[in-house]
């Protein structure tokens, strides 16, 4: 079993940043691939950026420039920094793996931003 624990997140004011921190545990041969995904009350769970095994990054069009995502292979972890806060940020965000045993999301991680 695959289990994936995020931290960091909280509140902020806009124009802020946070920084987002996952971690996978269990028994895990391989990562393909390690993510960040939100959801915004009343709204659809969207992607927000993710990366390779290989480094390969892939952002949300909306989020471009101000977060950066990263990983630490050996440690099976990935963190989100998150620059330039908006209001349109404010959303649990969950972390998603693409592991040898399949994917797995964590529970999530509640980011407000306030004015």
């Known amino acids: 079993q695959v289990r994936l624990v995020e931290s960091g997140g909280g509140l902020v004011q806009t124009g802020g940043s946070l920084r987002l921190s996952c971690a996978a545990s269990g028994n895990i041969f391989s990562i393909n691939a390690m993510g960040w995904y939100r959801q915004a009350p009343g709204k659809q769970r969207e992607l927000v950026a993710t990366i390779t095994s290989s480094g390969g990054t892939n952002y949300a069009g909306s989020v471009k420039g101000r977060f950066t995502i990263s990983s630490d292979n050996p440690k099976k972890s990935v963190t989100l920094q998150m620059n330039m806060l908006e209001l349109e940020d404010t959303a649990v965000y969950y972390c998603?793996?693409?592991?040898?045993?399949?994917?797995?999301w964590g529970r999530g991680t509640q980011v407000t931003v306030s004015s």
């Open positions: 998603k793996a693409d592991t040898d045993r399949g994917w797995s």
